[in-house]
């Protein structure tokens, strides 16, 4: 059963567009929801992450949008550069499980230049 | 500071050997834990240790073990390869245990079991 449902699978904007990427949980007892980065090659690394308790966190140009009722949260890039060219993964993990974390399915972004 | 590294990079195994792959997690951090990624599957967690201890396990069949050293080194064992069991074997460390501690991964060992 997946837990965290990620879409869309692929994405392709243009240099300066902002893509969207979304994510629906079914586990109410998660409550931290960390987003990362990969490149080819490369491990996951952690680009932001956001609990519960707020709605929306901006890092940069990486803004996470969060809406418990729905059980949704989203990713959403400001001015995509080429560089930002990789797979996105949203998760999700609760507090009695440590660093257990479920995945989304992922999402691989082409921003073409 | 160093990041985390895993030996081998890339590995080749047949059916029915076992194989160990190991994690050197970052200096100071007392949690490991493993994923595997396919393509098919995505990433899922494997186990997590903590100060040696197994503290989380996922839905992986016994055949996938792990342990870790007093030194936080970590390494995963997997009994009776199956086809199924080619993928990236990701580690991760992080200084704790608990809920929003950030992981840092590190680049993966591929197997592929022919």
């Known amino acids: 059963q997946q837990q965290v449902k990620q879409s869309p699978q692929s994405l392709i904007v243009q240099k300066g567009g902002i893509p969207i990427i979304n994510c629906a949980y079914e586990n109410t007892a998660f409550d931290y929801f960390p987003w990362y980065q990969q490149f080819p090659g490369k491990g996951p690394a952690l680009l932001i992450a956001?609990?519960?308790?707020?709605s929306e966190k901006k890092e940069g140009r990486f803004t996470i949008s969060f809406n418990k009722s729905a059980k949704q949260f989203s990713l959403h890039i400001m001015d995509s550069q080429p560089g930002d060219s990789a797979t996105y993964f949203c998760?999700?993990?609760?507090?009695?499980?440590?660093?257990?974390?479920?995945f989304g399915g992922g999402t691989r972004l082409m921003v073409k230049p | 500071k160093a990041g985390v590294t895993q030996t081998p990079r890339y590995l080749i195994k047949t059916r029915g050997q076992q194989v160990t792959l190991s994690c050197s997690p970052i200096s100071g951090h007392r949690s490991v834990s493993w994923y595997q990624q396919t393509p098919g599957q995505g990433l899922q967690f494997l186990f997590e240790?903590?100060?040696?201890?197994?503290?989380n396990k996922g839905n992986f069949p016994g055949r996938f073990s792990g342990r870790q050293f007093s030194n936080s080194r970590s390494e995963m064992n997997v009994s009776t390869l199956e086809l199924g069991d080619s993928a990236l074997y990701l580690c991760?460390?992080?200084?704790?245990?608990?809920?929003?501690?950030?992981?840092?991964f590190g680049p993966g060992t591929r197997l592929l079991v022919l």
């Open positions: 240790y903590f100060s040696e201890t197994q503290r």
């Open positions: 998760a999700a993990s609760k507090d009695n499980a440590g660093n257990m974390l479920t």
């Open positions: 991760a460390s992080s200084s704790l245990d608990r809920v929003g501690q950030t992981q840092y």
């Open positions: 956001i609990r519960p308790d707020v």
